[in-house]
């Protein structure tokens, strides 16, 4: 699960707020959909106050309830991630949908946000029957995942030690900055594999762009190699 910052100790005065933003992170890195009952354990707090900030939630179409009133994520959020680095998910728009049809995989570009990455776009493959759903605003922490890692590579030293608590590389981001790819199997979710490349945009916040597929990741340099072009061409669009 992602990192989540705890709602309890915040001043009075942005509790409420501090929860709803804690509710969504929570909701965001849980991999189905929770009850009131979990949201409220999650949020450590009691059941009529975790009832309070869902019903605001609602209200803004930020989360939705289903027919057995579990919680979920709703369509607003879809609309406020456009907001995040929009001239960048702009250019990555058909790179990535390219990339996606071109090797039938999930396309998507990912940007590290503290200590974590989180998708600002995605692409799957149109003439395949099964692919990865990754929408925008998953997030998972740097330390797992092949986006994780190839963008750890990037980190400086003491940028490491501000958001990991150490200067040295992990042994997968080792990996990564040898090869010039990173990859990953069963560290995000179970089953599905991934392999990411960095993407360098000057103004923008470290970026990296990704295949995700239900099998293991096969001939990696060749679809590195892809990767690599469409990264290329994102840059390119970007300016």
């Given at each position: 699960?992602?990192?989540?910052?705890?709602?309890?100790?915040?001043?009075?005065?942005?509790?409420?707020?501090?929860?709803?933003?804690?509710?969504?992170?929570?909701?965001?890195?849980?991999d189905?959909?929770m009850?009131?009952?979990e949201?409220?354990?999650?949020?450590?707090?009691h059941?009529?106050?975790a009832y309070r900030?869902?019903?605001?939630?609602?209200?803004?179409?930020l989360?939705?309830?289903d027919?057995?009133?579990?919680?979920?994520?709703?369509?607003?959020l879809?609309?406020?991630a456009?907001?995040?680095?929009?001239?960048?998910?702009?250019?990555a728009?058909?790179?990535?949908?390219d990339?996606?049809?071109?090797?039938?995989?999930?396309?998507?570009?990912?940007?590290?946000?503290e200590?974590?990455?989180?998708?600002?776009?995605?692409a799957?493959?149109?003439?395949?029957?099964?692919?990865v759903?990754?929408?925008?605003?998953?997030?998972?922490?740097?330390?797992?995942?092949?986006?994780?890692?190839?963008?750890?590579?990037?980190?400086?030293?003491?940028?490491?030690?501000?958001?990991?608590?150490?200067?040295?590389?992990?042994?997968?981001?080792?990996?990564?900055?040898?090869?010039?790819?990173?990859v990953?199997?069963?560290?995000?979710?179970?089953?599905?594999s991934?392999?990411?490349v960095?993407v360098?945009?000057?103004?923008?916040?470290p970026?990296?762009?990704?295949?995700?597929?239900?099998?293991?990741?096969?001939?990696?340099e060749?679809?590195?190699?892809?990767?690599?072009l469409?990264?290329?061409?994102?840059?390119?669009?970007?300016?």
């Open positions: 699960m992602a990192h989540t910052r705890s709602a309890a100790n915040a001043p009075v005065g942005s509790q409420t707020l501090s929860r709803g933003l804690t509710a969504l992170e929570i909701l965001a890195a849980h189905r959909p009850s009131l009952n949201l409220a354990e999650a949020l450590e707090v059941r009529s106050n900030v869902l019903r605001t939630l609602e209200e803004h179409r989360v939705l309830r027919g057995e009133g579990l919680i979920r994520l709703g369509p607003r879809t609309v406020l456009r907001g995040v680095a929009p001239g960048l998910s702009t250019a728009a058909k790179p990535v949908a990339l996606a049809n071109a090797v039938g995989m999930t396309a998507f570009l990912t940007v590290l946000d200590a974590d990455v989180i998708t600002i776009h995605s799957e493959p149109t003439k395949v029957d099964v692919a759903a990754r929408r925008p605003g998953t997030r998972h922490s740097i330390l797992v995942g092949a986006p994780g890692h190839a963008l750890e590579a990037l980190l400086t030293r003491e940028r490491r030690l501000e958001l990991l608590g150490t200067e040295t590389l992990s042994e997968q981001a080792q990996l990564a900055t040898a090869r010039g790819y990173a990953s199997e069963s560290e995000v979710m179970g089953g599905v991934a392999i990411a960095p360098h945009i000057a103004g923008e916040p970026a990296a762009l990704a295949l995700a597929h239900f099998a293991p990741i096969r001939e990696p060749a679809l590195a190699g892809q990767l690599l469409a990264a290329s061409r994102i840059t390119q669009s970007y300016h």
